[in-house]
Structures are given as structure tokens and as C-alpha cells.
């Protein structure tokens, strides 16, 4: 079968800066395709290449075989954009905003009140359909942006990190919608920092590091590519996890991530020995611990081993431990 989005030997440079380095991508019809990777990786770059809001350097990219460049009007056709951040009009209501832009993708009056209207009962924003969406709080406007991306009905939805900045209820109900709308057959790109999203919502997930696709795969397939075990020391006291890792890489126990949100220490380990290596360290440096536990990789920990820079270590560290 034909992919939904082929993209071909993409690259693009601002200035001297390169942003996407020979990226090949091919994403199936019906298939929720996680794009992960620290900030500054690429990941807003290439969205706003497929969604044809900027335009690549050199290489191909084709929607349902539409290119993207001779055949942009019937690629804008075909689909549908939620970015980082809501870009529903604040002076506008809920409702006017969705028959605004039914309206200026051609329906008519009739039908962009019939497609905002089901939108709304969609996203559970009937009640507030007809208030001013400036009022509303930061997950109905998510909600409505992402309606907003569907009055078109798109067969290719581009999600770029839909969840920022939403409640654990909000995150959700965005899911199940994704699940629901790739169950009806749209095809999904999804960027995403938060791995247990990408883990949740993705058949597949591709690594994009420094504008290069370094890993792509399942969760599992993913994890499995970190050998090893991983060895999670969380301290009594979190001020005491600098002097933790201090002391791991002082006794040559080096790859260690701080994940301050969890109040751990996370540092990998090959061997029975070096597990021990850790135990003693650890009990001659005298930190009180709450505890100590070995564990394969998750998807967290496999991003950040994966992920080939120093710079792009310390980013990712930062979004993963949130």
C-alpha cells in the first residue's frame, strides 16, 4: 500500500544552521506515527515542511502521493494541522470560530454551522460554544484548536506537541480522540516530549536527533536496542541526588541521568558487578536512601541513550523528567 506522507532526503538549513539533514519517512494510512526527539532536533521543522507552511531546501515529500511543492493546493486539501500552540481568534466564540474556517474551506453556510456544531458536541463544548473563547481555559481552547483542525475532515493529521500545558483529565480526552479518529482512519504524525504519550498513543516511533533520524521502531523495539539494566537510586533527601551522581562517576559508573521530578538517579549498568559497584559506592558516600531497584530500560531511558549529543542529553533529561 501507498504511504500517507513519503518523505525523501528532506533537508533544510537556517542561515548556517542545518534543521533537517537527509530525512527519509514514510508514515502508513490509518497509522499514529510518534516523532520524538529533544528540543531543537528538527521535530517543528519538518511539520511545518509536510503541513506546507515553509518549504525544504533539497529532497521530496508527497501526501497520498500529492507533492508538496507543484501540488501544495491539493495537498492543503487533504490535511489538517493542531500547532504547539492554540490558534483559535480569543475574540471569537467557540462556534464562530469553527464556521469561519468551514467557510473559508468552501462549505457553505449551512454546512459550516452543521460541521461546527458536531465538532462541538465532539469535543464537549456545547455549553461553551457560543461564549468567547479568550474565556475559556487552557484545555478548551486545546480542544477547540484541535476541532478546528478537523472541520475538513483531513485524512492526514499533523499533531505538533498537542498536550503541552494540559491537565492529566484534558491529556486524556485528547487521547482517546486520536485513538478514535486513527480508528476511523486518519493517519497521525505526532510530536510529543512526554514519553508515556508517545507510548501510549503511537504505533511506531521515530528518534530525530541534530535534523537526523537516528532510531525509529516500536516502544519495545526501541527498548530492546539499549542493552542492559538499568539501576534507579532515589535519596531521602533529592538536594543529596548532585552528590549521588558524583560519587557514580567518580567510581567509573558514567551515563548517569538526574531525574529530578522523580527524585532519582538513573545510571545503567552491564553486570552483575557493576551493580555491585554502584551498592558500595553508594553506602561509602552515606546517603540516606528510600530506595534502590534494577529494571530493563524504559522508553525514557532509551531516548535519552539513544540520543547521540551531550546538548541533546541535557534537553531531553530536562523534558523527560517532568
Not at 494540559?166 to 516530549?193: C, E, F, I, K, N
Not at 514519553?195 to 519495545?220: K, P, Q, S
Amino acid at each position: 500500500m501507498n504511504a500517507a506522507v513519503q518523505v525523501d532526503d528532506l533537508t533544510k538549513r537556517f542561515g548556517g544552521t542545518p534543521a533537517l539533514r537527509g530525512v527519509n519517512l514514510a508514515v502508513a494510512p490509518g497509522e499514529i506515527l510518534g516523532l520524538l526527539g529533544p528540543n531543537g532536533a528538527g521535530k517543528t521543522t519538518l511539520v511545518r515542511i509536510l503541513s506546507t507552511l515553509d518549504t525544504a531546501d533539497s529532497g521530496t515529500a508527497r501526501v497520498y502521493g500529492y507533492d508538496l511543492v507543484r501540488d501544495a493546493h491539493q495537498v492543503r486539501a487533504l490535511i489538517g494541522l493542531t500547532g504547539q500552540f492554540a490558534a483559535v481568534d480569543k475574540d471569537l466564540s467557540g462556534l464562530d470560530n469553527l464556521e469561519i474556517i468551514g467557510r473559508l474551506l468552501g462549505l457553505s453556510r449551512r454546512d459550516a454551522k452543521v460541521r461546527a456544531a458536531a465538532l462541538l458536541e465532539r469535543f464537549d463544548l456545547v455549553e461553551a460554544g457560543r461564549k468567547v473563547a479568550g474565556g475559556y481555559s487552557g484545555g478548551m481552547r486545546r480542544r477547540l484548536d484541535l476541532a478546528a483542525s478537523l472541520v475538513g475532515r483531513p485524512t492526514v493529521l499533523y499533531l505538533d506537541e498537542p498536550t503541552t500545558g494540559l491537565d492529566p483529565h484534558s491529556r486524556a480526552a485528547l487521547w482517546d480522540t486520536v485513538r478514535q479518529m486513527a480508528y476511523d482512519g486518519t493517519t497521525v504524525l505526532l510530536t510529543t516530549q512526554y514519553m508515556d504519550e508517545a507510548e501510549a498513543l503511537a504505533d511506531r516511533l521515530v528518534l530525530l536527533d541534530g535534523g537526523r533520524i537516528t532510531a525509529e521502531g516500536t516502544t519495545a523495539e526501541l527498548c530492546a536496542r539499549v542493552r542492559g539494566r538499568t539501576m534507579r537510586i532515589r535519596p531521602v533527601d533529592p538536594a543529596d541526588l548532585p552528590t549521588v551522581a558524583a560519587t557514580l562517576v567518580a567510581a567509573g559508573l558514567t551515563g548517569g541521568t538526574v531525574v529530578a521530578d522523580a527524585g532519582q538517579y538513573q545510571v545503567p549498568v552491564n553486570s552483575d558487578e557493576q551493580v555491585t559497584a554502584v551498592v558500595w559506592a553508594i553506602a561509602a558516600c552515606g546517603v540516606a536512601l528510600a530506595g534502590i531497584d534494577t529494571g530493563t530500560p524504559s522508553l525514557d531511558e532509551a531516548f535519552l541513550r539513544l540520543t547521540q549529543s551531550e546538548a541533546s542529553l541535557v534537553a531531553a533529561g530536562s523534558e523527560v523528567s517532568r
